[in-house]
């Protein structure tokens, strides 16, 4: 048979044949010709000697065989004309199922003519062993020139891991044009998966991954996708490739599981997709797809420090109302662990007040990043805000209360009975307390502070005739001091004394001040009359209208009870303080009065609390009178040298006491007159011992008490002249 130059063209019904299980004849005879002369334009992998290195681990390429000529001794490709080859080498990376193709893939219109290609085995072009041929690969692989022909090329074989093996690519008869050579190993390549999305929230947005084919199939290849990995669901179940849509990606959809914990952020889980047909058996697990958690949960936890109570609780955003019940002061009780309605909603929890406890503190953990938490201890709440909340928290709030110090006044008032006010600071509210029983305590209402560890000062409001003399208080917080100020009548509570859960109990004690009433009584006359005082007895004049009749002066509040004290009148001309009488002195009280001074001096006990001392101050417009009778013994007649004794009684007939009395009696006799000397007392008829002499027989007798008489007695010695001319 005469064979021309180029390749024997089949008849089309035999190309239609062509594939990868093509007729044993069809090689045959392309090895018959390997011997032809050809010719064309070189390339630079146009010689087998220069062929292209591809990657090992697959890859794509484009190319053209325009200008491209054959070798001699080059195998003879698929149908008659010239060989228009280019030559790759590939070195197998791994034992395995290898595939190469010319298939124009979805969006891709590369290779535009028909295509053939052979693997073969060898070192030099003439002496090559054949692995696979192909010429058309069938339906689905498809060149432009030709559409829905599937003249592309494809072929597979098992390749020998560090095995070169040599590619080459031809035209149908001489056809030349551009093409796409896609290789690769489909079972090392495996399957190209690719996170477009990547998280999923439960109940929300879904995740997505693609899944892709590394190399050209020999046929369909369906990939399972697993539907339930442990958090969520995955689909379609199934992905199915072809020749042209091998390398294009496939979108598989991730659904979270929407559960009811709070599970946080998490992965979607481990499980495999698999694959079969076309020559893939591979199997890759999916990528991981972030899960994120829609379910935020919401524990709270009370602490009540200084006492136990039962405390209620409300809430937004699904809190549920609860009652935490302590125990144990300062121990923590937590109540049931449940989910917000909204996971990322700004959320408010509210404890009910409680009397006799406040909010001292608020704190939460396990928010969601950049989230905060707002306490208010005076509303008793805490707001949570959106990202405080984000889905996968497990917050814990706990709420501090501590109790609420208490405090109680009892009133004492020794000396008499009466209300007494008081206010005071820290939520301390105004409050009166009567006493009935002079000394005798009477307890106000107990009250709740407002706040622990705040100063506090109680003051009660002055209460005319009362002194405050004591303040005491007990039970208050350890370390606590409670400071009196008596001259203010309060007491003020240092933070430490109003501690927490302290009983604070504060006893005032008033006493009722001493009071001095003067009543002026004037015999004889009417006047002004001036008095003063100590322990606060203010200066005061009182003036009479009728003699006899007393005048009573305005009473006054003494300074202090128990205290000596002085009330002295300024005796005016012409009067003397006759007497004084005092009422109303305290038990075991005394008044001393001096007449001739004025003062009347009270010991401490008269002035004891709630005594009402009356004294009444009687002065007598002064009336001197003295009477003096003389006598002489012997009686006369006399001689010339006798010595007569003359006795001189002095009687105070008058109404005031007599001082610094004397006698001075003019003698017109010529013998030695002695003067009155020899002062005695010889009548004490008024007043006992009210009569007193400084110095005895000075010839002065120094006070006579009304009603009472002294005798004088002086000497005379007669003489001639007495005799002669005055007998």
Same mark, same amino acid.
């Given at each position: 048979?005469?064979?021309?130059?180029?390749?024997?063209?089949?008849?089309?019904?035999?190309?239609?044949?062509?594939?990868?299980?093509?007729?044993?004849?069809?090689?045959?005879?392309?090895?018959?010709?390997?011997?032809?002369?050809?010719?064309?334009?070189?390339?630079?992998?146009?010689?087998?000697?220069?062929?292209?290195?591809?990657?090992?681990?697959?890859?794509?390429?484009?190319?053209?065989?325009?200008?491209?000529?054959?070798?001699?001794?080059?195998?003879?490709?698929?149908?008659?004309?010239?060989?228009?080859?280019?030559?790759?080498?590939?070195?197998?990376?791994?034992?395995?199922?290898?595939?190469?193709?010319?298939?124009?893939?979805?969006?891709?219109?590369?290779?535009?003519?028909?295509?053939?290609?052979?693997?073969?085995?060898?070192?030099?072009?003439?002496?090559?062993?054949?692995?696979?041929?192909?010429?058309?690969?069938?339906?689905?692989?498809?060149?432009?020139?030709?559409?829905?022909?599937?003249?592309?090329?494809?072929?597979?074989?098992?390749?020998?891991?560090?095995?070169?093996?040599?590619?080459?690519?031809?035209?149908?008869?001489?056809?030349?044009?551009?093409?796409?050579?896609?290789?690769?190993?489909?079972?090392?390549?495996?399957?190209?998966?690719?996170?477009?999305?990547?998280?999923?929230?439960?109940?929300?947005?879904?995740?997505?991954?693609?899944?892709?084919?590394?190399?050209?199939?020999?046929?369909?290849?369906?990939?399972?996708?697993?539907?339930?990995?442990?958090?969520?669901?995955?689909?379609?179940?199934?992905?199915?490739?072809?020749?042209?849509?091998?390398?294009?990606?496939?979108?598989?959809?991730?659904?979270?599981?929407?559960?009811?914990?709070?599970?946080?952020?998490?992965?979607?889980?481990?499980?495999?997709?698999?694959?079969?047909?076309?020559?893939?058996?591979?199997?890759?697990?999916?990528?991981?797809?972030?899960?994120?958690?829609?379910?935020?949960?919401?524990?709270?936890?009370?602490?009540?420090?200084?006492?136990?109570?039962?405390?209620?609780?409300?809430?937004?955003?699904?809190?549920?109302?609860?009652?935490?019940?302590?125990?144990?002061?300062?121990?923590?009780?937590?109540?049931?662990?449940?989910?917000?309605?909204?996971?990322?909603?700004?959320?408010?929890?509210?404890?009910?007040? =409680?009397?006799?406890?406040?909010?001292? $503190? +608020?704190?939460?953990? #396990?928010? /969601?990043?950049? &989230? @905060? *938490?707002? !306490?208010? %201890?005076?509303?008793?709440?805490?707001?949570?805000?959106?990202?405080?909340?984000?889905?996968?928290?497990?917050?814990?709030?706990?709420?501090?209360?501590?109790?609420?110090?208490?405090?109680?006044?009892?009133?004492?008032?020794?000396?008499?009975?009466?209300?007494?006010?008081?206010?005071?600071?820290?939520?301390?509210?105004?409050?009166?307390?009567?006493?009935?029983?002079?000394?005798?305590?009477?307890?106000?209402?107990?009250?709740?502070?407002?706040?622990?560890?705040?100063?506090?000062?109680?003051?009660?409001?002055? =209460?005319?005739?009362?002194?405050?003399? $004591? +303040?005491?208080?007990? #039970?208050? /917080?350890?370390? &606590? @001091? *409670?400071? !009196?100020? %008596?001259?203010?009548?309060?007491?003020t509570l240092d933070a430490a004394a109003v501690g927490p859960a302290a009983s604070i109990a504060c006893t005032f004690t008033n006493t009722k001040l001493p009071t001095a009433t003067i009543t002026k009584v004037s015999n004889?006359?009417?006047?002004?009359?001036?008095?003063?005082?100590?322990?606060?007895?203010?200066?005061?004049?009182?003036?009479?209208?009728?003699?006899?009749?007393?005048?009573?002066?305005?009473?006054?509040?003494?300074?202090?009870?128990?205290?000596?004290?002085?009330?002295?009148?300024?005796?005016?001309?012409?009067?003397?303080?006759?007497?004084?009488?005092?009422? #109303?002195? /305290?038990?075991? &009280? @005394? *008044?001393? !009065?001096? %007449?001739?001074?004025?003062?009347?001096?009270?010991?401490?006990?008269?002035?004891?609390?709630?005594?009402?001392?009356?004294?009444?101050?009687?002065?007598?417009?002064?009336?001197?009178?003295?009477?003096?009778?003389?006598?002489?013994?012997?009686?006369?007649?006399?001689?010339?040298?006798?010595?007569?004794?003359?006795?001189?009684?002095?009687?105070?007939?008058?109404?005031?006491?007599?001082?610094?009395?004397?006698?001075?009696?003019?003698?017109?006799?010529?013998?030695?007159?002695?003067?009155?000397?020899?002062?005695?007392?010889?009548?004490?008829?008024?007043?006992?011992?009210?009569?007193?002499?400084?110095?005895?027989?000075?010839g002065v007798w120094s006070v006579l008490g009304v009603g009472d008489s002294i005798t004088f007695t002086a000497t005379y010695i007669v003489t001639q002249h007495d005799v002669d001319f005055l007998q």
């Amino acid at each position: 048979m005469q064979l021309t130059r180029g390749f024997y063209r089949f008849p089309k019904s035999i190309k239609r044949m062509r594939g990868f299980a093509r007729p044993f004849f069809a090689l045959s005879i392309a090895l018959l010709l390997t011997s032809l002369s050809l010719s064309g334009t070189a390339h630079a992998n146009d010689t087998f000697a220069n062929a292209e290195a591809l990657a090992p681990t697959g890859g794509s390429l484009t190319g053209t065989t325009t200008g491209t000529t054959g070798e001699t001794g080059e195998p003879a490709t698929f149908g008659a004309g010239t060989l228009n080859t280019q030559w790759y080498n590939w070195t197998a990376p791994a034992t395995g199922l290898a595939t190469f193709a010319t298939c124009n893939t979805t969006g891709n219109t590369t290779t535009n003519f028909d295509t053939t290609l052979g693997v073969y085995t060898g070192t030099a072009v003439n002496a090559l062993t054949a692995v696979a041929t192909n010429d058309d690969q069938g339906a689905g692989c498809e060149e432009t020139a030709n559409p829905g022909s599937g003249w592309a090329a494809g072929l597979s074989f098992n390749a020998t891991a560090g095995t070169t093996y040599h590619i080459q690519l031809d035209g149908y008869t001489s056809a030349v044009g551009n093409f796409t050579l896609n290789w690769g190993m489909p079972n090392i390549g495996g399957l190209v998966t690719a996170v477009t999305t990547p998280s999923a929230t439960e109940g929300g947005a879904t995740g997505a991954f693609t899944v892709a084919l590394s190399a050209p199939p020999t046929g369909t290849v369906s990939v399972t996708v697993p539907t339930a990995p442990a958090n969520c669901t995955l689909a379609p179940a199934t992905l199915s490739f072809t020749f042209a849509n091998w390398n294009v990606p496939q979108t598989v959809t991730v659904t979270a599981v929407n559960d009811t914990i709070v599970n946080g952020t998490r992965n979607c889980g481990v499980a495999n997709l698999t694959s079969s047909g076309g020559g893939y058996t591979a199997t890759k697990a999916i990528p991981a797809i972030t899960v994120l958690d829609n379910d935020t949960s919401i524990t709270i936890s009370k602490i009540s420090n200084g006492g136990v109570a039962a405390f209620p609780f409300t809430g937004t955003n699904g809190v549920p109302n609860q009652t935490l019940t302590t125990a144990t002061a300062g121990t923590a009780v937590t109540g049931t662990t449940s989910l917000l309605t909204t996971a990322g909603t700004a959320t408010t929890i509210t404890e009910t007040a =409680v009397a006799g406890y406040a909010t001292t $503190a +608020i704190a939460c953990t #396990g928010l /969601g990043a950049g &989230g @905060t *938490a707002t !306490p208010n %201890l005076v509303a008793g709440s805490v707001t949570l805000d959106a990202a405080a909340t984000i889905g996968g928290s497990a917050i814990i709030c706990t709420f501090t209360n501590g109790k609420r110090p208490t405090l109680t006044l009892t009133k004492i008032s020794n000396g008499g009975v009466g209300a007494f006010t008081f206010t005071g600071t820290n939520g301390w509210a105004s409050q009166t307390i009567t006493t009935a029983t002079a000394g005798t305590g009477v307890a106000g209402a107990t009250q709740t502070l407002t706040t622990a560890g705040a100063a506090t000062t109680i003051t009660e409001t002055s =209460v005319a005739g009362y002194a405050v003399t $004591a +303040i005491s208080c007990t #039970g208050l /917080g350890v370390g &606590g @001091t *409670a400071t !009196p100020n %008596l001259s203010s009548g309060s007491v003020t509570l240092d933070a430490a004394a109003v501690g927490p859960a302290a009983s604070i109990a504060c006893t005032f004690t008033n006493t009722k001040l001493p009071t001095a009433t003067i009543t002026k009584v004037s015999n004889g006359g009417v006047g002004a009359f001036s008095f003063s005082g100590t322990n606060g007895f203010a200066n005061q004049t009182l003036t009479t209208a009728v003699a006899g009749t007393g005048v009573s002066g305005a009473t006054q509040i003494l300074t202090a009870a128990s205290t000596a004290m002085s009330i002295t009148e300024t005796i005016p001309s012409g009067y003397f303080l006759s007497s004084v009488s005092c009422t #109303g002195l /305290g038990s075991g &009280g @005394t *008044a001393t !009065p001096n %007449l001739t001074t004025g003062v009347v001096a009270f010991n401490a006990s008269a002035t004891a609390p709630g005594s009402a001392i009356a004294c009444t101050y009687t002065n007598t417009k002064a009336a001197p009178s003295l009477l003096v009778v003389k006598t002489v013994s012997p009686a006369g007649p006399f001689d010339v040298g006798q010595t007569i004794t003359y006795t001189y009684k002095v009687t105070n007939n008058g109404n005031v006491p007599m001082q610094n009395i004397s006698i001075n009696d003019t003698h017109n006799g010529t013998g030695v007159f002695s003067g009155a000397k020899s002062e005695t007392l010889t009548t004490d008829l008024g007043t006992l011992g009210d009569s007193t002499d400084t110095a005895a027989n000075d010839g002065v007798w120094s006070v006579l008490g009304v009603g009472d008489s002294i005798t004088f007695t002086a000497t005379y010695i007669v003489t001639q002249h007495d005799v002669d001319f005055l007998q």
